[in-house]
């Protein structure tokens, strides 16, 4: 006789497992279908944010440019203080020796009066507290300790204020490298970009580059102005002998330069020491309206006044562009033009 056995039903683990399994992968065939490929951008769209990042990573260099100029500037007046409090100090140790010698020659004469010994005292506030009621504190006496009074007030306030640069300084160097941890990120980030490129994309982008370079160098009509002022002319010539010099963010020459680099380079060779920063350049001289421009006057552009200038006339900026571009010519209405400086 046949057997008719049931079959065995799969545990209820099984089954819970074996629907879980299901509805993923019901769940992921639909995202899959319902997901747009991923779009590569085109070339002219890669430059466009690369532009942009490059500008981003140009506003960081400036306030990097200027934590670095302001942390030299605190090393040398630190250094300067230091050498006071030094030379502070000798000259007390000689005022104490004085006193020295002094309570010496009484001591052989017959022994330390008490004004001597609270000459010699580590409180000279003190003593002088108290010396109003010593007949016998000459006024040699008053006149030395005084000194050593005054010397010592002296070296108290200097030291308090080198410990104040001091904390200055770490916190000055703290931002230098947020700033140019800061703009290295923005450059990393548009490379990352350029290298989503093919080949051919990258030698594109290359050769426009190439051509913007050329044709700012090659072919641009300066015009005729000769309003310059000696110094103004003489740092125009040093730019201009600068041009096709790579722009490199913080550098200031003498073979790479950012963009303040290159117009406080220009002017040191014309004997002329302005500013590191473009913000701070902007604000050595009364500004300027387009029309008012003459060759070798320093122009700024966005709103922030982080990009600067030299004018070179009939329209044209000298100036170190950006990451990937050199030292060259462009129109100024190319950017957002703010004003001139003459310096």
Request: glycine share 6%; charged share 25%; aromatic share 6%.
């Amino acid at each position: 006789m046949a057997s008719h056995r049931r079959p065995k039903q799969p545990s209820r683990t099984r089954v819970t497992v074996l629907t879980t399994a299901a509805a993923a992968a019901v769940a992921l065939s639909a995202n899959a279908a319902n997901a747009a490929p991923s779009e590569k951008l085109s070339k002219d769209e890669v430059k466009a944010k690369v532009d942009n990042l490059y500008e981003q990573a140009e506003q960081a260099t400036e306030k990097y440019n200027g934590a670095k100029e302001k942390q030299q500037k605190l090393q040398k007046e630190i250094s300067t203080i230091q050498d006071n409090v030094a030379r502070g100090q000798q000259e007390l140790n000689k005022l104490r020796d004085g006193l020295g010698s002094l309570a010496t020659a009484q001591y052989r004469s017959g022994g330390i009066d008490s004004s001597v010994q609270l000459f010699l005292s580590s409180n000279p506030d003190d003593f002088l507290d108290k010396a109003s009621t010593l007949d016998q504190l000459s006024s040699q006496q008053v006149e030395a300790l005084q000194k050593i009074q005054d010397k010592q007030r002296e070296l108290a306030q200097e030291r308090a204020e080198a410990t104040d640069k001091l904390k200055d300084l770490a916190a000055t160097r703290t931002e230098l490298g947020n700033k140019k941890k800061e703009v290295q990120g923005k450059l990393a980030e548009a490379q990352k970009l350029l290298n989503t490129l093919t080949a051919k994309e990258k030698a594109a982008l290359a050769a426009e580059q190439a051509r913007a370079n050329r044709s700012s160098t090659e072919r641009v009509d300066l015009g005729d102005d000769s309003s310059a002022s000696g110094r103004a002319a003489a740092a125009f010539s040093a730019a201009q002998s600068k041009i096709g010099s790579p722009y490199v963010y913080g550098a200031s020459g003498p073979s790479s330069f950012d963009c303040s680099g290159l117009t406080s380079w220009a002017y040191a060779q014309a004997g002329v020491s302005i500013p590191r920063t473009s913000e701070a350049q902007a604000n050595i001289g009364a500004h300027l309206s387009e029309s008012q421009l003459q060759v070798g006057d320093l122009v700024f552009f966005y709103g922030d006044l982080h990009h600067v200038g030299l004018y070179a006339g009939n329209g044209q900026v000298l100036h170190a562009p950006h990451t990937g571009a050199v030292v060259r010519y462009e129109s100024i209405s190319n950017m957002p033009f703010q004003f001139g400086v003459r310096v």
